[in-house]
Structure formats: C-alpha cells, structure tokens
C-alpha cells in the first residue's frame, strides 16, 4: 500500500486561518442546518474561502454520514454527509476533517459546506456595528453641514 503524502503550506501553496466575526447560517429546503457566530475562514492557495464552522453549531440531526471519504495532502484524511432534506443535490454536501494535520489543527470539530450542494451560506454582519458605524458617519455629516 502506498503511503500518503503529507505536504505543509508553503508560499506556492498557502493555508491560512482566522476567525469569522460575521454570524454564519446554513440553509437546506428551508431548514437551517448551521448557525453560528464563531466560523473559521480558511484560505487555500488560488481556492475560494471556505467557512469551517464548530460542531456545537451544525444540526447533526439534519446529516447523514456517508462512506465517501478523500484525502488532503495539506490537511488529512476527510469524511462526509449528506443533508438528506436536500435530496440528490446535497449528496456529500458537508466534509469534515476529524484528526487534520497540526498546520490546520484549529479545523478539529469543524464543519464545512459545499456552496453548490446546499441553498445558501449567508454571512451576516452584526447590526450593532452597522448602526454604529452609520450613526458615526451621521454625526460626522452633521458637523459639516
């Protein structure tokens, strides 16, 4: 059996990880799957951001572990599931990496979801910051008029 190869981000391939401010929630046929305020943004090289979100947060009662399963280089061994709610279009729609490699060691107990297989990632901004930021900006016109 060939052994798996583990590579570490580099500048030709780059991983990073921080903390989402935004609330993150997760919609399947109208059912919120994920809701949380504490998602992590990971970049990978030329791929678009993916939200990891804690599990306390993501209704396992809504998934289905399947035996699909691939393998990163970057990150480790990766399992999924299905949003069953979702039908055919939400096969293998969320992935997880249970035991990934130290470099992304702040993914463990995180999910993520596939864009396209389920109905929405919606990323909201807190209120309180908008209409603080906007009254700011309002007091500000107001001196200058």
């Known amino acids: 059996m060939k052994e798996k190869q583990i590579k570490l981000p580099s500048p030709d391939h780059p991983i990073s ?23 992590l943004t990971l970049r990978e090289a030329e791929y678009p951001p993916v939200q990891y979100i804690p599990g306390e947060d993501v209704d396992f009662s809504q998934l289905e572990r ?13 399992n999924y599931y299905n949003v069953p709610a979702g039908g055919r ?3 293998n729609a ?5 035991d990934p490699f ?8 995180h999910v993520a979801f596939y864009s396209d297989r389920v109905d929405e990632i919606v990323e ?5 910051r908008e209409s603080s930021k ?6 500000r016109m107001g001196k200058l008029l």
Do not use: F, M
């Open 17 to 39: 990880i921080e903390r989402n401010h935004a609330r993150v929630v997760v919609s399947v046929a109208g059912r919120v799957v994920a809701d949380t305020r504490n998602a």
């Open 66 to 78: 399947t035996d699909h399963a691939t393998y990163c280089p970057y990150k480790g061994d990766c």
């Open 89 to 91: 279009k939400s096969v």
């Open 94 to 98: 969320v992935w997880s990496y249970e």
């Open 102 to 109: 130290p470099a992304v060691s702040q993914i463990k107990g």
């Open 124 to 128: 909201q901004l807190s209120t309180t």
């Open 134 to 139: 906007s009254s700011r900006s309002n007091q």
